[in-house]
């Protein structure tokens, strides 16, 4: 079965604070592709970071940092310092290599950054 | 390059009417995504074409959806006889298929109301 679980369904943090989005999957596939998405109060999906099942190299991009450990089946993502705008859903999401193409998502962590 | 669009942005129609729904994706992207979206849940795929294939369909799919991409590049998303849980947030995506590349990029979505 292929699965994403983000336990945490709300955060609520004062700007500046850090704040960690945790992601656990399921697959049995060796080969697959993992994905954050944010999705503000317009709608619109927005892709933040991809990495595949080969590459445990941690990233960072700005404030925004991401783990991975293959060991724990985690994909988690840190945003240092927040900022108001980074209110939002967040979705991980999973993409096996083989047996099609669909992207499996998680329910999503609601973010609130509060002033 | 402009991104993923989707029409209308909004559809309010009445239990029983037709629905069609348009996605133009990114121009050079031959792979083509719908997923449908409800309150408090991540997307779930629907379907996806490869050109103008249809390769896969979710058994979400019932037999009052159609999808179709004539030409390979628009696509349309029919719901017939449309039901009050067919409300969601009809979600379109984009991606390239070489290189391994599966991200997939989305527009903002209609939202369908079926009263």
């Known amino acids: 079965a292929q699965k994403v679980t983000q336990a945490q369904t709300e955060i609520s943090v004062v700007e500046k604070e850090d704040v960690t989005l945790d992601c656990v999957y399921e697959?049995?596939?060796?080969?697959?592709?993992l994905f954050w998405y944010k999705q503000p109060p317009s709608g619109e999906l927005v892709f933040l970071i991809r990495?595949?099942?080969?590459?445990?190299q941690n990233e960072i991009s700005g404030r925004y940092s991401w783990n991975f450990q293959k060991s724990t089946s985690s994909f988690n993502f840190t945003i240092t310092a927040s900022q108001v705008v980074d209110s939002a859903v967040y979705f991980c999401?999973?993409?096996?290599?083989?047996?099609?193409?669909?992207?499996?998502f998680g329910a999503g962590t609601r973010l609130f950054v509060k002033a | 390059d402009t991104g993923v669009s989707q029409d209308p942005r909004h559809k309010i129609t009445k239990r029983g009417q037709n629905v069609t729904f348009r996605c133009d994706p990114i121009?050079?992207?031959?792979?083509l995504y719908w997923y449908r979206q409800t309150l408090g849940q991540g997307p779930e795929f629907l379907t996806y074409?490869?050109?103008?294939?249809?390769?896969?369909k979710s058994r979400l799919l019932s037999d009052r959806f159609s999808a179709e991409r004539p030409k390979g590049s628009f696509s349309t998303l029919e719901i017939q006889r449309t039901e009050q849980g067919d409300s969601a947030m009809y979600l379109c995506?984009?991606?390239?298929?070489?290189?391994?590349?599966?991200?997939?990029?989305f527009g903002p979505g209609t939202r369908l109301l079926v009263l």
């Open positions: 990495r595949n099942s080969f590459d445990e």
């Open positions: 074409f490869q050109n103008e294939a249809q390769l896969e």
């Open positions: 697959t049995r596939d060796t080969t697959y592709y």
């Open positions: 121009s050079e992207h031959n792979r």
């Open positions: 995506a984009s991606s390239l298929s070489t290189g391994g590349m599966r991200t997939q990029y």
């Open positions: 999401a999973l993409a096996p290599s083989t047996g099609g193409f669909k992207t499996i």
